[in-house]
């Protein structure tokens, strides 16, 4: 089954303790994706990568890193979190051709306290 | 840089009734996507329809079309014929064309609640 899988699903930690919120898809999609949803903001992108080893920022990328070793992968780290990043998280996936369907992750709840 | 404005934040729908979803941009691009998306309340993201700016014709999903107007940067979702299934959050989206290094970006609108009434 072609999907988008994210880890954890949920996540409450405390300010500074680093984590990563892992993504991985199936599809061999080029084209991948980090998001945030915060209520009243919609969704705003934080980073994104047409390729290996290829990242580029989004609109909101401070405090967040990612990196792209293997097509699949597309990690999340934040190495300081801050109640700020308390969010909604959504890692998507493409092809990277014409108007291509993202696929989207069933997200991430991260709570910093 | 380009930005998507949804200026309803919720809309109201009696099943079986048609009901308009607004979206409107700004970009200097001739060449990008347009997109609405489905939230449930499962939060899961749904793709409803998307519409290439070079294409004239208004895209159609079923119960779902859209109105582009590509020089008043203006791109609405109607719903026709409106279940309870429909009641989520929307997002209309704009892809950017390629850049010079290959890639592209995506801006979301703040959404719109949408409720549908029995």
């Known amino acids: 089954e072609a999907q988008v899988t994210q880890n954890p699903r949920y996540l409450i930690t405390v300010t500074g303790k680093k984590l990563t919120v892992t993504c991985s898809q199936n599809m061999n999609h080029e084209y991948m994706s980090w998001y945030r949803q915060d209520p009243g903001l919609g969704l705003r992108q934080i980073y994104y990568?047409?390729?290996?080893?290829?990242?580029d920022k989004g609109d909101v990328p401070e405090g967040y890193k990612v990196s792209r070793k293997e097509k699949r992968n597309f990690p999340l780290i934040l190495e300081s979190p801050s109640p700020n990043q308390t969010s909604l998280y959504f890692c998507a996936s493409s092809t990277g051709t014409g108007a291509d369907t993202q696929y989207f992750g069933p997200g991430t709840r991260l709570t910093v306290l | 840089a380009q930005t998507v404005t949804q200026s309803q934040p919720e809309m109201s729908v009696q099943e079986a009734e048609t009901v308009t979803l607004s979206c409107t941009y700004d970009t200097s691009e001739s060449d990008y996507y347009l997109f609405w998306y489905k939230q449930p309340p499962s939060r899961q993201m749904i793709l409803v329809i998307r519409?290439?700016?070079?294409?004239?014709q208004n895209a159609t999903e079923n119960r779902f079309s859209v109105n582009f107007q590509k020089a008043a940067k203006s791109f609405s979702l109607k719903i026709s014929d409106s279940q309870l299934g429909d009641a989520a959050m929307y997002f209309c989206a704009y892809r950017t064309s390629f850049t010079t290094s290959g890639t592209y970006k995506y801006i979301f609108g703040t959404g719109t609640r949408l409720k549908v009434l029995a």
């Open positions: 990568s047409m390729n290996v080893e290829v990242t």
């Open positions: 519409q290439e700016a070079y294409k004239q």
